[in-house]
């Protein structure tokens, strides 16, 4: 049964993502309560209600449930057990499951590997010492999950990247090591919480693919952006992904297949790399619209956020068909360091669109806004994005960007 505009939607989370489901279901005619536990945020700031308490406050999560037709949420990391709690009154998107897997990265990589989705090799790192290796060396490059105490006994996932399980993202809690000793002064420095050990690859690039899934099983893609990121943040998204229509496919199959296995019901980001010979590798999954799929707002007939409203109200799925290219450029807080930036660089040109999320304090790293260029080809779109990009900075030079980035990022 479909919930008709007019009727009230709640939302966990305050963020930029929050702030953009909230336009999107306005615009559908749907009122918005967002839970958040700040003061001020970008989605409560523009939605009908905000409700300012904790995620597992009970009298919020008791209002949300007597006022609202659906409720979803806007990142991973809020409690799973509220959506849990919600669910036993009204209509909740994702699931309470789907979302404890996606936040804990030992869960996920167990979900993805022992549903036979390719993954970077790893080991999973919870105390330094007291263990058993594996039976064999071949365990520690399949990507089996295997939880090791003495994570020098794993040659072959030197050089790694040690992520912390909980609570990572944008670069933050994640360490390169080179051996083991660089692992155990590592894995103190994160206070000995739970770890992934994820092997370094070279990668030809990295990309990710939003797949939207319906109550009743309907589900689309959108087409394949390719990520490029600076100091562990989505820099750059290019959309489409310079890659093969091979690769392409594969991408958007892998992502169907996750969903399916999850049982998701919502928009989900699964993010991957790509090897030298072609081969995917499932970097992580996000229950929830995605950093790079924010070019749909632009330039798509469906934007992902209205896509999750569609989804909530039980409503048919939108089209995901692209106007034509596009390239979105993430604007971080370092931007303000002498003052507000001059828009006028970026709105001077006509098929650009800036978005900014209306946040007060602009500190360096943060995600402020961004911006999506549209053009005929991906060439054009982004040969116009860096020109705007560069001219934006305060130094007027451009950040370092990496074209081949490494496994190191969680969005």
């Not at 479909?2 to 999107?24: D, E, I, N, Y």
């Not at 999954?285 to 039980?314: D, K, M, W």
Request: with cysteine; proline share 6%; hydrophobic share 40%.
């Amino acid at each position: 049964m479909s919930t008709r505009p007019g009727a009230m939607l709640g939302l966990l989370g305050g963020g930029q993502l929050g702030r953009m489901f909230t336009m999107a279901a306005q615009s559908l005619g749907y009122s918005v309560t967002v839970l958040d536990p700040e003061e001020q945020s970008p989605a409560g700031s523009v939605a009908e209600r905000h409700l300012r308490a904790d995620y597992l406050d009970s009298g919020a999560l008791n209002e949300l449930a007597s006022t609202c037709a659906g409720i979803t949420t806007e990142f991973e990391n809020v409690p799973a057990e509220a959506l849990r709690i919600l669910a036993e009154r009204c209509i909740v998107s994702p699931a309470a499951r789907s979302v404890a897997i996606a936040q804990d990265r030992i869960l996920e990589k167990n979900f993805l590997a022992t549903n036979g989705f390719e993954v970077a090799p790893y080991a999973v790192i919870q105390n330094p010492q007291n263990s058993q290796p594996p039976a064999s060396s071949e365990a520690a490059t399949s990507g089996a999950v295997f939880s090791q105490k003495q994570p020098q006994l794993f040659p072959g996932l030197f050089p790694g990247i040690l992520k912390v399980s909980r609570f990572g993202y944008d670069g933050k809690g994640q360490v390169r090591v080179n051996n083991p000793s660089e692992l155990d002064s590592a894995f103190a420095g994160l206070n000995g919480e739970s770890c992934v050990l994820e092997k370094l690859l070279p990668l030809e690039r990295e990309v990710s693919v939003i797949v939207s899934r319906g109550f009743d099983d309907e589900v689309v893609t959108f087409s394949v952006s390719e990520n490029q990121h600076c100091n562990g943040i989505l820099d750059i998204s290019i959309v489409p992904a310079r890659i093969s229509p091979e690769i392409a496919r594969n991408a958007r199959d892998i992502a169907v297949r996750i969903a399916g296995k999850l049982d998701y019901r919502g928009v989900l980001c699964v993010e991957f790399f790509v090897l030298a010979d072609g081969r995917l590798l499932v970097n992580e999954i996000a229950p929830r619209p995605h950093n790079s799929g924010h070019y749909s707002i632009n330039a798509c007939i469906t934007s992902q956020f209205e896509q999750q409203v569609r989804i909530l109200c039980g409503m048919p799925l939108g089209s995901t068909s692209m106007h034509g290219a596009a390239v979105m450029v993430n604007l971080l807080g370092d931007l303000w360091q002498k003052g507000e930036p001059g828009w006028e660089q970026v709105l001077r040109h006509p098929e650009v669109k800036l978005h900014l999320y209306g946040k007060r304090d602009a500190r360096p790293g943060r995600k402020m806004g961004h911006y999506t260029v549209l053009a005929e080809t991906t060439e054009a779109a982004l040969r116009l994005a860096l020109k705007i990009k560069q001219s934006l900075q305060p130094s007027h030079s451009v950040l370092e960007t990496h074209e081949h980035p490494r496994n190191e990022s969680r969005n």
